[in-house]
């Protein structure tokens, strides 16, 4: 069981958005950045966000991360069907002194 | 280009030893805190540790389930990262990724992913 929760999937249509959360507790998201990843198959995890909101060069900005307490939330609009992909939330867990991931989001582009 | 490149990984049995490395280039290896994460096959993503700069005294940081067992190391000068594994255990068994948390002008993330090391402890 991952000390993150996420949901195990979510779908939309090509062109529609998508939301993506992750729920957590005052010792990792509560008082840490939270990153997103994405994670193609067969592929190394990808940093979609950073420190809760920024975006790497080279992201589109139809990725959008925010977060509130001790929830944080991964959007992306214009959906194309090459986002289809597995979906990570991750941040510094105080508690456990390790990095600690949610249990991935399966998202599928109708 | 930012790149790690893994090597290391393999077959090994329970109770064994195996060590990974994790070669840097492209960016300052050197103050980079360098995470280990893997991924049992068909599961998610699990922190496994992380070394953290120079500055910071290379201080070292583990996940339970390795504590004790798995030793993170680096050598600045070959800007390289070393996971040592002993004790391997059946549920050790995943694609382990390095991974190196980068800082520009605007922001600092895991930016910077190794290409993965498969690692099976099994007899």
């Known amino acids: 069981q991952s000390v993150l929760t996420q949901p195990p999937s979510v779908s939309a249509a090509p062109g529609q958005e998508v939301t993506i959360s992750c729920s957590g507790s005052s010792s990792n998201i509560g008082n840490h950045h939270v990153s997103w990843y994405q994670l193609l198959p067969g592929t190394s995890p990808k940093v979609l966000i950073s420190e809760n909101n920024k975006r790497p060069s080279g992201i589109p900005d139809r990725f959008s991360g925010s977060k509130s307490g001790t929830s944080a939330t991964l959007g992306i609009t214009g959906l194309q069907t090459g986002d289809e992909a597995d979906y990570y939330c991750g941040v510094w867990d105080n508690s456990l002194s390790t990095e600690v991931f949610g249990g991935g989001t399966k998202l599928t582009v109708l | 280009e930012m790149q790690l490149v893994e090597s290391g990984g393999g077959l090994v049995q329970p109770g064994g030893s195996l060590k990974l490395s994790c070669a840097a280039s492209g960016f300052a290896f050197s103050g980079s805190d360098i995470h280990w994460v893997r991924q049992p096959s068909g599961k998610g993503l699990e922190g496994v540790g992380r070394i953290e700069s120079k500055p910071r005294n290379y201080a070292t940081k583990y996940a339970a389930s390795v504590k004790g067992r798995f030793t993170i190391s680096r050598d600045d000068s070959k800007s390289t990262t070393y996971l040592q594994m002993n004790s391997l255990k059946v549920e050790d068994t995943a694609v382990y990724y390095c991974?190196?948390?980068?800082?520009?002008?605007?922001?600092?993330?895991?930016?910077?992913w190794g290409q993965g090391a498969t690692v099976t402890v099994a007899s």
């Open positions: 991974a190196a948390y980068v800082c520009g002008s605007a922001r600092c993330g895991m930016d910077v």
